[in-house]
């Protein structure tokens, strides 16, 4: 049985101030909810202050991004090492990173060992873009990018994929549960056949992409879905709560 895994992106909101009070709302709430690993993504600054908020509690924590070398003159840019002291998590591959920061998959890659290399669970994003699912392509897309971002990995360890359809992400127009279980089966195979059954049987892949408390349940009653990746929700106390809650009473009546 795969442990649900709802991650919270809260991408470039909350000052420190702000990220103190947002996890001062939930983490109490949070800790109450059992079988459900709760992960909490905040922008670099608040990292630690939120790991100082969250200790002692069964509530992780991830980033946002990371560098693929370990130090150097990369002004600007923070190592996967210097993250492995803060947190657990690391989210990779984010299509606003690809869109906006142009990370390629040769990127990606990198990124992806590196953040293993330093003991981190990558979250690797992975997903279409409107015209591609228009024309027929999410497949071939979701294809391309996973084989590109694990190409040379050996060990995926507890790395998750989050399936992301990029039309999705922010706009209010979630993938319907159905589209998202069959996208994630079909990455669920392209990791069976990299790396054997028993790796894609343990694997999560998530769902992300307009995900709130009104389809939280439809998408985590799928098979294939094992958790969610969530943005804008993820920065309001009362609907993060409520997602990880219903997930959690989801996977209790099965
Ligand atoms: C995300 O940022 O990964 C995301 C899924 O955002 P949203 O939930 O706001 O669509």
Redesign the pocket.
């Known amino acids: 049985m795969r442990i649900p895994l709802i991650a919270g992106?809260w991408?470039m909101h909350t000052t420190v101030g702000e990220a103190v009070k947002l996890v001062t709302e939930m983490h109490r709430g949070l800790e109450e909810i059992d079988g459900v690993e709760k992960t909490l993504c905040p922008p670099f600054v608040s990292l630690a202050v939120v790991k100082e908020l969250i200790k002692g509690t069964s509530i992780k924590l991830g980033a946002q991004n990371c560098y693929y070398e370990e130090k150097g003159a990369f002004t600007g840019e923070i190592s996967p090492l210097m993250l492995a002291e803060l947190c657990e998590y690391v989210i990779i591959g984010?299509s606003?990173r690809r869109q906006y920061f142009h990370e390629t998959g040769e990127i990606v890659n990198k990124k992806v060992k590196a953040a293993l290399k330093a003991g981190l669970t990558p979250i690797l994003?992975v997903g279409e873009r409107l015209a591609e699912r228009e024309s027929g392509e999410t497949e071939d897309v979701v294809k391309e990018q996973t084989e590109a971002a694990l190409a040379g990995v050996e060990t995926l360890g507890s790395l998750a994929i989050?399936y992301?359809p990029v039309w999705?992400?922010?706009?209010g127009r979630a993938a319907t549960g159905a589209q998202a279980n069959e996208t994630i089966g079909f990455i669920r195979n392209i990791v069976d056949i990299k790396c054997g059954n028993a790796v894609s049987q343990n694997i999560r892949i998530l769902y992300?992409?307009?995900?709130t408390p009104a389809n939280a349940a439809e998408f985590m009653a799928q098979s294939e879905i094992d958790g969610a990746?969530?943005?804008?929700?993820s920065i309001k106390a009362d609907q993060f709560l409520s997602i990880v809650r219903q997930t959690a009473d989801i996977r209790r009546a099965r």
Do not use: F, M, P, R
């Not at 992300?208 to 995900?211: D, E, I, L, N, R």
């Open positions: 992106n991408k984010h606003e994003c989050a992301e999705a992400i922010g706009t992300g992409g307009s995900v990746l969530v943005g804008g929700a």
